[in-house]
């Protein structure tokens, strides 16, 4: 038997949808894992399939969260939220019904990334970041690494991305790139 060869549309449909860009001057609170998306909107975390990608999913909404709902990381299992001057760890294995595992005080953390079972909390003050290095490959037991310190020339939050021990930063005019394998000392 002969499978048909699937013609292609000539002239595709433009996107229907536009938005205009503006600067986000926070870190974008949203992670991914899998098929599964979580952001937080409106203090609240959501998290949704997007396999269907033409028409994502809704499975799941926590409960308020709190009034300073600044960033997510997605690591396997775990979602990390920070709320509030807490991180809250949350076992997403179920993500139809994530459940809220720990709560870790912390102070001052503008925002979150993570990377390869490392969480990084970052604050911003006086024209620098303290990039806080942290080990969760138990969740329930993270280990602080070490704190470098890097410059940080504008006062609010400018889009930065962590990656295999790297710490990327958009500025205006050019980018930055710190190594950071090393937790008390970014080069």
Do not use: C
Request: proline share 10%; glycine share 4%.
């Amino acid at each position: 038997t002969l499978t048909p060869t699937p013609t292609p549309t000539p002239n595709p449909e433009p996107f229907d949808k536009s938005t205009i860009a503006t600067q986000i001057s926070y870190n974008p609170p949203f992670g991914i894992h899998d098929s599964i998306a979580y952001r937080i909107e409106d203090g609240q975390m959501i998290a949704f399939n997007h396999a269907p990608f033409e028409t994502p999913e809704t499975l799941w909404q926590s409960d308020y969260l709190g009034e300073q709902v600044s960033g997510i990381a997605v690591s396997a299992n775990q979602a990390f939220v920070l709320a509030d001057n807490e991180l809250l760890v949350w076992n997403v294995r179920t993500p139809e019904q994530p459940n809220l595992i720990t709560k870790i005080p912390v102070e001052g953390q503008l925002f979150l990334d993570g990377d390869n079972k490392r969480l990084y909390l970052v604050s911003i003050m006086n024209e620098q970041a303290d990039v806080e290095t942290i080990d969760i490959s138990d969740p329930l037991n993270p280990i602080e690494l070490g704190k470098a310190t890097l410059p940080w020339t504008i006062p609010s939050y400018y889009p930065s991305k962590i990656a295999h021990n790297q710490i990327v930063l958009v500025q205006n005019a050019y980018i930055e790139i710190f190594d950071i394998s090393d937790p008390n000392n970014a080069v």
